[in-house]
């Protein structure tokens, strides 16, 4: 039998063969300054910014140790400039960030790297799976991964395109970086979260070895955390305006009504979920020779997130339709009333209203359990360094990086018998009251079906395989003193599968009904709501779907597959002109697109589209000493970001009519056009005051409109020419401004501040756009206003930290065909930490101390979409290091 390795294989047995004879060899080992303290941090990050010749911000681990940061977005959030979402789309927060954005732009306009390579995550929640997004989800790199950040915020010909607004590079530990040849660090940590009442376990551990030489080190880390989340609050689930199709004997008696905007599903709503995170890296670096070094880094994260929605929700359009009955005797409310062009009030009496209610449902409860949801990220990469001489250098990189997410929903609904009810709305200053009668009491309606139940299994499979090598050759001019250049070639792969979960006979009668699980809500936390309505746990929606449901079929029309070829080559040139230095380089990208979207059939027969796109990235970095301590840039760049894989692939054509919807698989990159300028001062040791200001002119960016392209028409058996609703290329621009400013000062105390201003929004009015239809040209994820304050003492052994961050409103997604606009909130995080010797530290640490709401709304503010409490979080942990 012949064995056939695979590179990374290969590597790996280098590697380790070679470990006992590396072991054995003399060299002079290399050292790294390891930072202690907040002030020693922040000089160090300073100190990194202040050196850099492009745009960056810089966070090292020790930044890290004094926050509540349990994941690598809960760092990024204090730089100027860094946006970031607790939700991957419009699903609402959870209390854990999860997305990472910059200057004011869509998530996947950032590129997040990690050691320089590319990275691939999955998500757990249904909708960003089948959403195909781009963005990585950070909620699987704890901030125990964190040995430096920087965030390049200007394009450079040697950074991976991919980037439209800037880049995160993630920074893991080395094993020959560390100065003692053993080091021992670890933390065992009680994760208490106010809502759901539970106290966690979250542990985390490292080891690195390396010989006395310097020439091979190992380091293994490992990490394995629990945390129960709550999450309750207030859905507005459908919005429309009052007409006869639902309330045909309202309209009748009060024409009045007709066109007023309508609530008709407000759901009290409660999702509970166990996040458990395990994974952990393996680092092997060797260092044969002073020219030579290896090293092969393994990833492995892992999140399950099962967790279970249920959603009881007040149905006035059943009540004033009769169950759709087109009776011109439906009911009419017993009281309304009508501020505006909105119904701020209605309500409906506690005895049936007219001839027949058993038909009608006021309410209904929907209750979807996602047991076995889980988002993985895993990589192998090797890298290679190289001093072929004194002046000419390399650097390569091999590796594979693949991202899971899976989620099975079990959805149970059922229509309650109908009962008193009235909801009275509140704005955005809180949630509707809404009562229901029997809210309390399982009671499903008797005259028409009770039961509605669905059921899907999605899994998408994000890989990429990736090469490169990079060459620097230093001149012997002083002027153009380095020239940096390199290849890298890449294949990049997105599938998505949808098993359509078939109920078997007796799935939807009242004898199988979950009602061994019967339980009623928490105590409700905000004002208002309805209180103590019956729901089902998950135990009991997960037997029933068990024995009910199987999965057998394909939901062909809603799967795909995408295939990304991208080959990029560059050169650079790294210069200084006295006081003046930086670099000036190109980078040359080809992009070959396969997509395969699926079709409403029963076997795979997918529409196929293909396309090409070549791309020339040129950047300017400019940096300019005006004094020793005043420091000036300039940036000028264009840059590239892929569109989400989502807007490629879900396309849906319907062949009779000709249209279609979903995605658009001949969309292009994005490209940017970008301006940056900026002025540092680094007035005292530890401190810095800094402003720049920025314009981006994106000439392809990507939104939503009508527009008609040609596709096989398996009906007609030719191509034709399709009306669309889909994604679709446009124009955009985001112009802003950043001010920063941090400083330690006298006995121990220091402050930061900084503030971001972002004006993004689409200037291109595509046909069918909301841009052009209603003239919202806002840009998705745009705030207009982001800031930090933040403030810290430290001596010998106490160290205190405060933080506030607050980010302004901002458009959300698109749910239910409704835009979802998050309001402005802020948050309070501190930590407080004792050193109890060199080697064994304990800090109390609280993240979302001010308990903030989350709240957003519809078209306009006088109609919510949803009010959500997470809770307080804290964290008591023990830490050692050795």
């Known amino acids: 039998m012949k064995a056939t390795l695979t590179p990374i294989a290969t590597a790996v047995a280098f590697a380790l063969s070679a470990l006992?004879?590396?072991?054995?060899?003399?060299?002079?080992?290399?050292?790294?300054?390891?930072?202690?303290?907040?002030?020693?941090?922040?000089?160090?990050?300073?100190n990194q910014k202040k050196g850099s010749e492009s745009l960056v911000e810089v966070i090292t681990a020790e930044d890290v140790g004094k926050m509540p940061d349990k994941n690598v977005a809960d760092s990024l959030q204090r730089l100027p400039g860094v946006n970031i979402a607790t939700a991957g789309g419009s699903e609402g927060g959870f209390g854990e960030n999860d997305r990472v954005s910059l200057r004011g732009t869509p998530s996947f306009m950032t590129l997040t790297t990690l050691n320089g390579h590319t990275v691939s995550s999955g998500d757990w929640y249904v909708e960003n799976i089948t959403g195909g997004g781009r963005s990585v989800s950070y909620s699987l790199f704890p901030s125990q991964l964190i040995g430096r950040v920087t965030v390049y915020k200007t394009a450079q010909a040697n950074l991976v395109e991919?980037?439209?607004?800037?880049?995160?590079?993630?920074?893991?530990?080395?094993?020959?970086?560390?100065?003692?040849?053993?080091?021992?660090?670890?933390?065992?940590e009680a994760a208490y979260t106010q809502a759901s009442g539970k106290t966690d376990p979250q542990l985390s551990g490292l080891v690195s070895w390396r010989n006395d030489a310097g020439t091979v080190g190992v380091l293994?880390?490992?990490?394995?955390?629990?945390?129960?989340?709550?999450?309750?609050?207030?859905?507005?689930?459908?919005?429309?305006?009052?007409?006869?199709?639902?309330?045909?004997?309202?309209?009748?008696?009060?024409?009045?009504?007709?066109?007023?905007?309508?609530?008709?599903?407000?759901g009290s709503v409660l999702f509970q979920q166990e996040r458990h995170r395990r994974g952990g890296l393996v680092d092997v670096e060797l260092k044969p020779t002073r020219d030579l070094r290896m090293d092969l880094s393994l990833f492995s994260s892992k999140m399950n997130a099962d967790n279970i929605n249920a959603n009881f929700m007040l149905s006035p359009y059943q009540v004033l339709s009769n169950n759709w009955s087109g009776d011109a005797n439906s009911a009419v409310p017993s009281s309304?009333?009508?501020?505006?062009?909105?119904?701020?009030?209605?309500?409906?009496?506690?005895?049936?209203?007219?001839?027949?209610?058993s038909k009608m449902g006021a309410s209904v409860q929907d209750v979807i359990s996602r047991p076995g949801s889980y988002n993985s990220s895993t990589f192998a990469n090797l890298d290679l360094d190289y001093k072929a001489t004194q002046s000419l250098s390399f650097k390569g990189k091999l590796g594979r990086t693949e991202g899971k997410g899976h989620a099975r929903d079990y959805g149970y609904e059922v229509w309650n018998a109908y009962a008193g009810n009235s909801i009275t709305l509140n704005g955005l200053?809180?949630?509707?009251?809404?009562?229901?009668?029997?809210?309390?009491?399982?009671?499903?309606?008797?005259?028409?079906?009770?039961?509605?139940?669905?059921?899907?299994?999605?899994?998408?499979?994000?890989?990429?395989?990736?090469?490169?090598?990079?060459?620097?050759?230093?001149?012997?001019?002083?002027?153009?003193?380095?020239?940096?250049?390199?290849l890298r070639s890449a294949t990049h792969k997105r599938s998505l599968q949808w098993l359509q979960g078939t109920l078997a006979t007796g799935a939807g009668s009242l004898a199988n009904a979950p009602t061994g699980g019967l339980t009623r809500f928490p105590g409700a936390p905000l004002a208002n709501m309805l209180d103590g309505a019956w729901t089902f746990t998950a135990d009991s929606v997960n037997a029933w779907g068990d024995r009910f449901v199987t999965f057998a079929n394909h939901a062909y029309q809603n799967e795909f597959v995408i295939r990304e070829r991208a080959n990029s080559a560059y050169a650079m040139s790294e210069f200084a002109f006295g006081k003046l230095t930086g670099n000036a380089g190109v980078r040359l990208v080809k992009t070959d697109v396969h997509v395969e979207n699926g079709s409403p059939n029963t076997t795979w027969k997918p529409v196929v589209t293909d396309n090409s796109y070549s791309d020339v990235l040129p950047s300017l970095n400019l940096r300019y000493e005006l004094s020793r301590d005043l420091i000036g840039r300039a940036a000028l760049s264009r840059t590239l970001a892929r569109p989400e894989i989502g807007s490629l692939g879900a396309l849906s054509l319907q062949d009779i009519q000709r249209t279609g919807s979903g995605g658009n698989p001949s969309l292009k990159p994005v490209l940017s056009n970008n301006l940056d300028l900026?002025?540092?001062?680094?007035?005292?040791?530890?401190?810095?005051?800094?402003?720049?200001?920025?314009?981006?002119?994106?000439?392809?960016?990507?939104?939503?409109?009508?527009?008609?392209?040609?596709?096989?028409?398996?009906?007609?058996?030719?191509?034709?020419?399709?009306?669309?609703?889909?994604?679709?290329?446009?124009?955009?621009?985001?112009?802003?401004?950043?001010?920063?400013?941090?400083?330690?000062?006298?006995?121990?105390?220091?402050?930061?501040?900084?503030?971001?201003?972002?004006?993004?929004?689409?200037?291109?009015?595509?046909?069918?756009?909301?841009?052009?239809?209603?003239?919202?040209?806002?840009?998705?994820?745009?705030?207009?206003?982001?800031?930090?304050?933040?403030?810290?003492?430290?001596?010998?052994?106490?160290?205190?930290?405060?933080?506030?961050?607050?980010?302004?409103?901002?458009?959300?997604?698109?749910?239910?065909?409704s835009a979802i606009v998050q309001t402005g909130v802020g948050t309070v995080s501190a930590a407080l930490g004792y050193k109890i010797s060199n080697q064994w530290q304990l800090s109390l640490e609280g993240k979302d101390l001010n308990d903030p709401v989350l709240k957003s709304y519809a078209s306009s503010p006088d109609q919510p979409r949803a009010f959500y409490k997470n809770g307080r979080q804290f964290y008591l942990s023990l830490r050692a290091s050795m």
Not at 24 to 45: D, N
Not at 175 to 184: D, H, I, K, N
Not at 337 to 350: D, Y
Not at 447 to 473: C, H
């Open 20 to 46: 006992p004879a590396l072991a054995q060899q003399a060299a002079p080992a290399e050292s790294k300054v390891i930072v202690t303290g907040i002030r020693a941090a922040l000089e160090s990050s300073l």
């Open 162 to 188: 991919g980037g439209g607004v800037g880049t995160v590079d993630i920074e893991t530990r080395r094993p020959l970086g560390f100065r003692a040849p053993l080091t021992l660090m670890g933390s065992v």
């Open 220 to 266: 293994v880390q490992a990490f394995d955390e629990k945390r129960h989340l709550r999450r309750q609050g207030q859905e507005f689930l459908w919005w429309d305006k009052v007409d006869t199709w639902f309330a045909p004997a309202w309209v009748a008696a009060n024409p009045e009504v007709k066109g007023k905007n309508i609530s008709l599903l407000t």
């Open 336 to 357: 309304y009333t009508i501020t505006g062009n909105t119904v701020t009030q209605l309500a409906f009496p506690a005895n049936c209203p007219v001839a027949d209610c």
């Open 429 to 486: 200053s809180a949630p509707a009251t809404v009562t229901v009668d029997n809210a309390g009491t399982f009671s499903p309606r008797t005259g028409a079906d009770f039961f509605g139940g669905w059921a899907s299994d999605v899994t998408s499979t994000d890989r990429e395989d990736y090469g490169q090598v990079d060459g620097a050759l230093k001149l012997e001019s002083d002027t153009f003193h380095t020239v940096r250049f390199g």
């Open 678 to 817: 900026g002025l540092e001062w680094y007035f005292a040791p530890k401190a810095m005051l800094s402003a720049s200001v920025f314009a981006l002119d994106m000439k392809s960016y990507v939104t939503y409109g009508s527009y008609v392209a040609n596709f096989y028409n398996q009906a007609a058996n030719a191509v034709t020419p399709y009306n669309m609703s889909a994604a679709v290329n446009t124009t955009a621009e985001v112009r802003g401004l950043e001010l920063a400013y941090a400083q330690a000062l006298a006995g121990g105390f220091g402050v930061n501040a900084n503030y971001t201003y972002a004006d993004g929004k689409e200037t291109g009015k595509v046909p069918g756009s909301a841009c052009a239809s209603t003239g919202n040209c806002r840009m998705l994820g745009n705030s207009k206003n982001v800031y930090n304050l933040g403030a810290y003492y430290e001596d010998d052994r106490f160290n205190v930290r405060v933080a506030y961050s607050y980010r302004s409103d901002f458009l959300n997604g698109l749910n239910r065909n």
